[in-house]
């Protein structure tokens, strides 16, 4: 028997369905530089492996991280990327955990999404490497790692107004990056661009909703700016 999506994600797009190509998550793809980007930043623990154990969580098709979680981050990587007719913007998947600094680690990851993606489809299948990733031998707060990458990073054409500049971006971690001291210098630049999720449960459904909403939104800024069209809100069954 076909193995199906899981049910659990329960995020439907109320627009016409949306597809990935694979030339949307490749760094090197010529087409990238004609395409607006979304940065999705992923941490690992306690995003896509929830800690401590959750009986609940398992996975069905041999990965390491159980199905509902991928299902979650693949359909917030659909949502954004392609209509039927030609590419809207370019999303980028920026490691941002400490997997990061263990090429093993990181070849486990992209096993697992090529695992999940050829039993249930959408864009993971596809994802054969990440974009980029933060500094692997700058460990700091997690949240000025980012900005360390965002900000701070001369190649980066962060929020830049041409062709294949950031746009939007979001981060997906369960570590704190708004509140408290350690984050206080920063928190302007991440307020609005950050989805919290519960170690124990990793990323969710209604965390995939949320991160949409953000994109959403800051897509709402760039889009007023160019006259352009607003992909429509998410909805999340519940």
């Given amino acids: 028997m076909a193995a199906t999506m899981p049910s659990t994600i329960g995020i439907t797009n109320n627009s016409s369905t949306n597809s990935m190509t694979t030339t949307t998550n490749m760094r090197s793809s010529d087409s990238s530089s004609e395409v607006p980007k979304i940065l999705i930043f992923l941490d690992i623990d306690g995003v896509l492996l929830p800690f401590p154990d959750n009986a609940n969580a398992k996975s069905t098709c041999g990965a390491i991280f159980p199905d509902d979680n991928l299902a979650a981050l693949s359909v917030i990587l659909q949502a954004f990327s392609t209509t039927t007719t030609a590419p809207l913007y370019q999303i980028e998947v920026i490691l941002s955990s400490t997997w990061r600094a263990q090429p093993n680690l990181i070849q486990e990851i992209l096993d697992s999404f090529e695992l999940y993606g050829k039993a249930f489809g959408g864009p993971l299948k596809d994802l054969h490497a990440f974009a980029d990733m933060t500094d692997p031998e700058y460990h700091t707060e997690r949240q000025h790692e980012i900005y360390k990458y965002m900000f701070a990073n ?85």
């Fill in 154 to 238: 001369p190649n980066n054409t962060s929020h830049k107004d041409n062709h294949g500049s950031v746009v939007a971006w979001v981060a997906l971690d369960d570590e704190e990056l708004l509140e408290g001291p350690t984050n206080a210098k920063y928190r302007s630049k991440f307020e609005g661009h950050v989805v919290k999720t519960s170690s124990r449960l990793g990323l969710t459904r209604r965390d995939a909703a949320k991160a949409m909403e953000l994109i959403h939104c800051q897509l709402g800024v760039y889009n007023d700016k160019k006259v352009a069209t607003v992909p429509p809100p998410y909805t999340v069954d519940r």
